[in-house]
């Protein structure tokens, strides 16, 4: 395992404002991530202040992530492909969504992810580098609540334009998406697949955090050309109490809406490309990914700090799945009351 040295750190932001016009600049580290703020990776924050070649002054807020490389580690877990994997999503399809939303002259595009400055992949590390939004006003929700009604539908509202989108260019770009795709499905679109509170920004327009503006998506280390459904039986069950469950129609409502405005804005008919009627299939088939994985980021977000599972401890011949192990629950109270009405749902959901 190599150790990521301030030099290094240094490189990588030369490599990512080489087109920003800098003269020259400082650059200052500005903090890092803390334990149980990133599994696979570290974050390290960074800005970049100077003048630039016109003569005027020029201010960056970045945000380093790279992965972790200790050699075992990347040997057992998905580390090397997870990170690759989101390489590929800035790198390739978000331009190929930017190029089709310019074309078709949307107004309200997709677009709910940080700036990427670059992405550098080498032999045992993947470095990517964002704009640090955090300085644009976006907050992360408390990570040991739940997401009320506003929230949520926001978020709906974001991932309706991604699956319109990825929906109508799987046809047109199926040989670059193969690089997405493990079991495609009849209607599939490209998915985020990690939907829980800590992948999510809110900016707010006053001091009123009850209901955000905008919405920022981040970490799409598992996205994938999948159904719809995985990524909304996961935000909806991850990230809903049973008041929010209650709503559950309405949820669904909201997404198909903004899925189907968005579809015709693309210039299609929903009818034509995702049926309400067959969401309901997809539903049916898929939602039970979200469910499985309800008890496993819950777990993560009431564990304590202390016990939050550190990745660098693997040892060889240790399995990865053995460090996300762990017996105790900071509130399990809190957990349990979580999960039952969500396995209630999802029994008794006649959607």
Same mark, same amino acid.
């Given at each position: 395992?190599?150790?990521?040295?301030?030099?290094?750190?240094?490189?990588? *932001?030369?490599?990512?404002?080489?087109?920003?016009?800098?003269?020259?600049?400082?650059? #200052?580290?500005?903090?890092?991530?803390?334990?149980?703020?990133?599994?696979?990776?570290?974050?390290?924050? *960074?800005? *970049?202040?100077?003048?630039?070649?016109?003569?005027?002054?020029?201010?960056?807020?970045?945000?380093?992530? %790279?992965?972790?490389?200790?050699?075992?580690? $990347?040997?057992?877990?998905?580390?090397?492909?997870?990170?690759?994997? #989101?390489?590929?999503?800035?790198?390739?399809?978000?331009?190929?969504?930017?190029?089709?939303?310019?074309?078709?002259?949307?107004?309200?595009?997709?677009?709910?992810?940080?700036? +990427?400055?670059?992405?550098?992949?080498?032999?045992?590390?993947?470095?990517?580098?964002?704009?640090?939004?955090?300085? @644009?006003?976006?907050?992360?929700?408390?990570?040991?609540?739940?997401?009320?009604? +506003?929230? /949520?539908?926001?978020?709906?509202?974001?991932?309706?334009?991604?699956?319109?989108?990825?929906?109508?260019?799987?046809?047109?770009?199926?040989?670059? @998406?193969?690089? @997405?795709?493990?079991? #495609? #499905?009849?209607?599939?679109?490209?998915?985020?697949?990690? +939907?829980?509170?800590?992948?999510?920004?809110?900016?707010?327009?006053?001091?009123?955090?009850?209901?955000?503006?905008?919405?920022?998506?981040?970490?799409?280390?598992?996205?994938?050309?999948?159904?719809?459904?995985?990524?909304?039986?996961?935000?909806?069950?991850?990230?809903?109490?049973?008041?929010? @469950?209650?709503?559950?129609?309405?949820?669904?409502? *909201? %997404?198909?809406?903004?899925?189907?405005?968005?579809?015709?804005?693309?210039?299609?008919?929903?009818?034509?490309?995702?049926?309400?009627?067959?969401? $309901?299939?997809?539903?049916?088939?898929?939602?039970?990914?979200? /469910?499985?994985?309800?008890?496993?980021?819950?777990?993560?977000?009431?564990?304590?700090?202390?016990?939050?599972?550190?990745?660098?401890?693997?040892?060889?011949?240790?399995?990865?799945?053995?460090?996300?192990?762990?017996?105790?629950?900071?509130? $399990?109270?809190?957990?349990?009351?979580?999960?039952?009405?969500?396995?209630?749902?999802?029994?008794? +959901?006649?959607?």
């Amino acid at each position: 395992m190599n150790v990521i040295t301030e030099n290094d750190l240094i490189s990588w *932001v030369r490599q990512s404002i080489r087109d920003e016009n800098f003269h020259n600049c400082k650059i #200052e580290f500005a903090g890092k991530s803390e334990k149980g703020e990133g599994y696979l990776g570290e974050i390290v924050y *960074v800005n *970049v202040s100077g003048t630039t070649n016109d003569g005027g002054t020029k201010t960056l807020d970045l945000v380093i992530k %790279y992965s972790k490389n200790h050699s075992y580690l $990347r040997k057992v877990s998905p580390v090397k492909s997870a990170f690759r994997r #989101e390489i590929f999503v800035y790198d390739q399809i978000f331009p190929i969504f930017d190029k089709f939303q310019r074309e078709k002259h949307i107004q309200d595009v997709f677009g709910t992810v940080p700036k +990427c400055y670059k992405t550098i992949i080498l032999d045992d590390m993947e470095v990517l580098v964002l704009n640090n939004i955090r300085k @644009l006003g976006y907050e992360m929700h408390d990570g040991k609540k739940t997401l009320n009604l +506003c929230h /949520l539908k926001a978020l709906l509202v974001e991932y309706a334009k991604l699956h319109a989108l990825s929906e109508l260019l799987v046809k047109d770009a199926g040989s670059l @998406l193969s690089d @997405l795709t493990e079991e #495609e #499905e009849p209607q599939s679109a490209i998915i985020h697949g990690d +939907c829980w509170n800590n992948n999510f920004m809110f900016f707010y327009p006053n001091k009123d955090k009850s209901c955000p503006s905008k919405v920022a998506i981040l970490d799409w280390q598992i996205s994938g050309l999948r159904s719809p459904a995985i990524d909304l039986s996961f935000l909806i069950y991850a990230n809903s109490s049973k008041q929010e @469950l209650r709503k559950f129609d309405e949820l669904m409502d *909201v %997404y198909y809406a903004s899925f189907s405005q968005f579809v015709q804005q693309l210039g299609s008919e929903p009818d034509q490309v995702f049926p309400y009627a067959d969401l $309901r299939k997809h539903w049916k088939k898929y939602s039970l990914f979200g /469910l499985l994985f309800v008890p496993m980021v819950w777990r993560l977000v009431l564990t304590n700090k202390e016990e939050v599972p550190v990745f660098e401890d693997l040892k060889e011949g240790q399995e990865f799945g053995s460090v996300m192990v762990r017996d105790a629950i900071g509130d $399990r109270d809190a957990y349990y009351e979580r999960l039952k009405p969500v396995v209630s749902h999802f029994f008794d +959901c006649p959607f």
